[in-house]
């Protein structure tokens, strides 16, 4: 059984601080690494996406990635009320598989 | 191009009744996936085809769901009978190659 788990929040931080994200997977076969934000009622949005090990940053956003561990996870940096959301992590072999997904809160 | 189209975007039912859940993917992506959203169990992986070909089916909780994909533009979620513990957010979603998914905007179901 393939499983993607997630640091379960919900997570709040002040404006302008660091959020950490976290998620671990299953599957060694897994190839690509996703972040995916959901704001309420709407659906999954694209990040960031990462395959190779170390780190990548767009932005604000630097995605991590571990294929020794089996971890993959997102920084935001400078956070901001509009980032308030649920962060889903996905993982991809042939298929992509969704973690449950960390509750964010950036109070202002 | 339109995205990910996905039809009906709400609707309400009663127990035993047939569902059918319609997506259009966008051209090129040549593989569709459907996924189930609840808040107990999250994004769930129901089925999924390459090249219109179903590939894993294992996520399909029961014999009631069904899907086909009888060409690449198109696609079906069928639940016959429906019951209320079907209720969810049903998300289509196409890729390219080993991309990303692109998401369809969900059909919310409601079995009552």
């Known amino acids: 059984q393939k499983e993607v788990e997630q640091n379960s929040g919900p997570l709040s931080v002040p404006e302008g601080a660091i959020a950490s994200l976290n998620c671990t997977y299953s599957?060694?076969?897994?190839?690509?690494f996703f972040w995916y934000r959901q704001y309420s009622g709407k659906s999954p949005e694209l990040i960031m996406f990462i395959y190779s090990n170390g780190d990548k940053e767009d932005g604000r956003f630097t995605a991590q990635l571990n294929k020794a561990s089996q971890y993959v996870s997102l920084l935001i940096r400078d956070s901001q009320p509009s980032d308030s959301a649920t962060y889903l992590c996905?993982?991809?072999?042939?298929?992509?598989?969704f973690g449950a997904g960390t509750r964010l809160t950036v109070k202002p | 191009d339109a995205g990910v189209i996905q039809s009906p975007r709400h609707e309400v039912t009663e127990m035993g009744q047939e569902v059918t859940l319609r997506c259009k993917p966008i051209?090129?992506?040549?593989?569709l996936f459907w996924y189930r959203q609840t808040m107990m169990r999250g994004l769930e992986l129901l089925i999924y085809f390459n090249n219109n070909v179903p590939i894993d089916d294992s996520g399909m909780p029961e014999d009631r769901f069904s899907a086909k994909m009888p060409n690449a533009s198109f696609s079906t979620l069928k639940i016959q009978p429906s019951e209320p513990r079907d209720s969810a957010v049903y998300f289509c979603?196409?890729?390219?190659?080993?991309?990303?998914?692109?998401f369809g905007e969900g059909s919310r179901l409601t079995v009552l």
């Open positions: 996905a993982v991809a072999s042939n298929d992509m598989r």
């Open positions: 051209s090129g992506h040549n593989s």
């Open positions: 599957d060694r076969g897994s190839q690509s």
């Open positions: 979603a196409g890729r390219a190659g080993d991309g990303e998914l692109f």
